[in-house]
T-cell receptor
Framework: GQNIDQPTEMTATEGAIVQINCTYQ??????LFWYQQHAGEAPTFLSY????GLEEKGRFSSFLSRSKGYSYLLLKELQMKDSASYLC???????????FGPGTRLSVLP | GAGVSQSPSNKVTEKGKDVELRCDPI?????LYWYRQRLGQGLEFLIY????????KSGLPSDRFSAERTGESVSTLTIQRTQQEDSAVYLC???????????????FGPGTRLTVL
């Protein structure tokens, strides 16, 4: 089976850096996804990691350690529009039983 | 349109009634997922379709829930004898599903907000 854990809520200040952690347990590994979901909207894709290390994409970076079952999403130069829930997700083999974490609700304050 | 579409966007129904939710995936996407998201909660996997393979129904919460998909086109999620606990946003996502079983990015529709009175 698969299990994912994330902090429920985080608060940060505009312009700051925030790291959102995700730990997972899975019987097989087929990569890890991060999605962003604004209130009342559908999730949108942010990043996909399948190899260990840091993947940088503009203000957002995602890190993966397969041996530790750990990932984090790093958001730099926070903006008010970054206030959203950030979902960590892992797929099963061939995509079935795609499991999402509970999401971390990030509030960016002025 | 280029994205995943769902209809209706909102549905209010009375307890005990049946409802049918529709999802139009992105053309060419072989994989289709249904999720349920209760207010303030994470996404709960319901069912997965991949091409003409048998669907993975492991997430369906009860036998009142069923879903169909013809080929790689439209899917419908049916909830029979709705209960108040079925109130949630039902999200559909499609994915191109790369060769070799590698999972690709999911593209989500706007969801259907179901309210059972």
């Amino acid at each position: 089976g698969q299990n994912i854990d994330q902090p429920t809520e985080m608060t940060a200040t505009e312009g700051a850096i925030v790291q959102i952690n995700c730990t997972y347990q899975t019987s097989g590994f087929n990569g890890l996804f991060w999605y962003q979901q604004h209130a009342g909207e559908a999730p949108t894709f942010l990043s996909y990691n399948v190899l260990d290390g840091l993947e940088e994409k503009g203000r957002f970076s995602s890190f993966l350690s397969r041996s530790k079952g750990y990932s984090y999403l790093l958001l730099k130069e926070l903006q008010m529009k970054d206030s959203a829930s950030y979902l960590c997700a892992v797929p099963g083999n061939y995509g079935q039983n795609f499991v999402f974490g509970p999401g971390t609700r990030l509030s960016v304050l002025p | 349109g280029a994205g995943v579409s769902q209809s209706p966007s909102n549905k209010v129904t009375e307890k005990g009634k049946d409802v049918e939710l529709r999802c139009d995936p992105i053309s060419g996407h072989t994989a289709l997922y249904w999720y349920r998201q209760r207010l303030g909660q994470g996404l709960e996997f319901l069912i997965y379709f991949q091409g003409n393979s048998a669907p993975d129904k492991s997430g369906l919460p009860s036998d009142r829930f069923s879903a169909e998909r013809t080929g790689e086109s439209v899917s419908t999620l049916t909830i029979q004898r709705t209960q108040q606990e079925d109130s949630a946003v039902y999200l559909c996502a499609s994915s191109p599903q790369l060769a070799g079983g590698v999972t690709d990015t999911q593209y989500f529709g706007p969801g259907t907000r179901l309210t059972v009175l």
